[in-house]
């Protein structure tokens, strides 16, 4: 083992000392975070920065270009207004984690399978839970998505059964879990619109398809209002199986997840 790595591991080697620039970052990133600085809000003017925390422009300007790179803020150059204000967003995160996914050579069957290992449980926490006004926002969702398959407007049910997943994860109120579902939304979404159009179903059977997976969305929430635990899990469990077969055929399982489409 070289000595450098082996300083690494241990923590003998020197510390690294954080340079101004991000030192100032920091202060305003938490700032952001906590909620103190809220979204679309202005920080101060340069100079009122500047003397507050004692820094150079340079050293400010350093600090405001690391911001940037988390879309933490937005500065328009020669612009008055000083530099806005932006909260974390997961979509951020969600781009980033799709180049991570693809260049681990993840497959599109691996990313679907991600689900059924979140939503049984899900559907079954809700079912012990009953959250009414969850449930009621499920069902409208569903009434939405029927009314899109009525009017044959399928590339925005692709994109409205990507969201059906999401809204049954959030209603579940596990927000780690949620934020893992919003990471994944936007690679299915994009995925199953693409598959759609290069891959169109004639219009009887994309409407046969989509009535079937509704009348599935339906029972589960009428499982889930009536308490029935078990038999929720179990049938968003097969819902999800058969779903992950449909949108992953078994000659495509091995493809790799392509997020440049």
């Keep these: 083992m070289k000595l450098a790595d082996r300083e690494e591991q241990d923590g003998s080697g020197p510390i690294r000392v954080p340079k101004t620039a991000e030192v100032v970052a920091e202060v305003i990133r938490k700032r952001i975070i906590l909620g103190e600085l809220q979204e679309g809000a202005f920080l101060p003017p340069e100079g009122q920065l500047m003397a507050t925390l004692a820094i150079s422009r340079p050293t400010l300007r350093e600090a405001f270009r690391i911001l940037e790179a988390e879309r933490l803020i937005s500065v328009v150059r020669g612009s008055r207004t000083g530099a806005k204000v932006h909260r974390p967003r997961v979509e951020g995160v969600a781009r980033y984690a799709g180049y991570v996914l693809q260049s681990e050579g993840t497959t599109m069957a691996d990313i679907y399978e991600a689900r059924l290992a979140i939503e ?13 006004d969850a449930i009621a926002r499920l069902r409208e969702e569903v009434d939405r998505l029927t009314a899109i398959v009525t009017e044959e ?9 990507a969201e059906f997943h999401r809204l049954l994860v959030e209603a579940g109120g596990n927000r780690t879990l949620h934020f893992v579902t919003r990471m994944l939304q936007g690679l299915v979404t994009s995925y199953q619109v693409r598959l759609f159009q290069q891959n169109p179903l004639p219009i009887d059977e994309q409407k046969r398809r989509g009535l079937s997976g509704l009348r599935s969305f339906r029972k589960l929430i009428d499982l889930m209002e009536a308490g029935e635990a078990d038999k929720a899990e179990e ?18 399982r091995r493809r790799d997840f392509d997020v440049f489409g």
Excluded: C, Q, S
């Design 120 to 132: 049984p449980y899900v559907a079954r926490r809700l079912a012990l839970t009953r959250p009414a």
């Design 235 to 252: 049938h968003w469990r097969l819902h999800v199986i058969n779903a992950n077969k449909a949108w992953v055929p078994e000659h495509d």
């Design 153 to 161: 407007r399928y590339i925005d049910f692709m994109i409205g059964l």
